[in-house]
């Protein structure tokens, strides 16, 4: 089984940064892709970010691109998500996930994504 866990969520203002967390284990974390995703109230779930996983290729959504930086330890079974200038429109709760297959193409949607976190809340105010 695969345990994804997120951590760095919060309250900020708009303009201000946040870097996400996710922890991984249970299975060997350099061979899958990783991803980002959030869910606004009443909204459906939406892509943000993902990371290849070898790291050398990385998508982004277009709401976040030049503002979002997504990394990867994998040292560390860890995948980042570094937020930055955040917007109102940003507050979310904020859901890692890993892909359901190792050495796959990189992907931007949830149904690629086996795996996933119980989510974390970002929350930023104008």
């Known amino acids: 089984q695969v345990q994804l866990v997120e951590s760095g969520g919060g309250l900020v203002q708009a303009g201000d940064s946040l870097r996400l967390s996710c922890a991984a284990s249970g299975r060997t974390f350099s061979s899958f892709n990783m991803g980002w995703f959030r869910q606004a109230p009443g909204k459906e779930r939406e892509f943000v970010a993902s990371?290849?996983?070898?790291?050398?290729?990385?998508y982004y959504a277009d709401s976040v691109k030049g503002r979002f930086t997504i990394s990867r330890d994998n040292a560390k079974n860890t995948v980042y998500l570094q937020m930055n200038s955040l917007k109102p429109e940003d507050t979310a709760v904020y859901y890692c996930?890993?892909?359901?297959?190792?050495?796959?193409?990189?992907?931007?949607?949830?149904?690629?994504?086996?795996?996933w976190g119980q989510g974390t809340q970002v929350t930023v105010s104008s």
């Open positions: 996930a890993a892909d359901s297959r190792p050495f796959r193409v990189l992907s931007t949607t949830t149904s690629a994504y086996g795996y």
């Open positions: 990371i290849k996983w070898t790291g050398g290729s990385t």
